[in-house]
């Protein structure tokens, strides 16, 4: 851990603080970084622009893969105050970025009533016995969509 | 199952059918309804707009809670032509929508090459073992925003 991966922490704190201290959401920030420097900043939003997604990663990793014109965060490298939740790991699981530092983790979210966990949990539960209830529907229908896809030649693949 | 929830579905599948055709995305669908009506609608747009985070229901849960002013989709039900990846179940469980159906599930997905399963998967994965590598630094330098946040009065908890 270098003094400038010190460095690109401290100001994902500093988003966090800054977020918090602005009331845009919960206490959280991350930033990108490619080739030693920040692509993109973020910090979470949901309260402030009603956006249940607007998590510190997630800000951060929409706004890297504008910059880029890419929707895979090649050769990136994620800085995030506190470790992601199940939303955020699974964005990034879809950008790849190569690398993610955290700092706080999800036990110390749910100390501050941030519970992480039941998310974590849930998705360990079986789809028929989750707290919000799944049904499956019409699942015969939705596969014809599939079949074209699965056939379509000019078809982008990620 | 009413024939009303399976107008719902359709306009999911129907919604997959046209951003695949219109090379939006990937080919899922999704759509919000409140009160028997649907009030948002979405479909993949990652490849088009260069937004890993683009998914259906993704797309379809930001653009209700604009419509409701709110970052909560209470008293909704979620149509999604395919189970949500976990990326989209953790959004589904910040934005506590009442109910989703869904008609595809991960294996049918995996079928056409969108390996959602993978992602499960790695959440299970310790995250010192993850294939996307994962360190922890400036713990106690985070936490101090933590500590504000728990006492700050003025805050929107959710």
Not at 33 to 55: L, Q
Not at 72 to 91: D, N, V
Not at 123 to 144: G, H, M, T, Y
Request: aromatic share 10%; hydrophobic share 40%.
């Amino acid at each position: 851990m270098s003094i400038k991966n010190n460095n690109f922490m401290r100001r994902a704190i500093a988003l966090a603080k800054h977020g918090m201290e602005n009331n845009a959401g919960g206490p959280f920030g991350a930033v990108v970084v490619k080739e030693g420097k920040i692509i993109s900043e973020g910090f979470n939003r949901v309260t402030s622009k009603n956006d249940p997604t607007a998590h510190a990663e997630i800000v951060a990793i929409r706004k890297a893969c504008e910059k880029l014109n890419s929707f895979q965060l090649t050769g990136c490298t994620i800085y995030t105050s506190c470790e992601p939740c199940p939303m955020c790991l699974g964005a990034i699981y879809w950008a790849r970025p190569d690398k993610v530092y955290y700092a706080c983790n999800r036990v110390d979210a749910a100390e501050i009533e941030f519970d992480d966990q039941f998310i974590y949990n849930e998705l360990d539960v079986s789809i028929e016995n989750r707290q919000i209830k799944f049904d499956q529907v019409l699942r015969e229908e939705a596969l014809e969509v599939f079949k074209v896809w699965i056939q379509k030649n000019d078809k982008t693949e990620y």
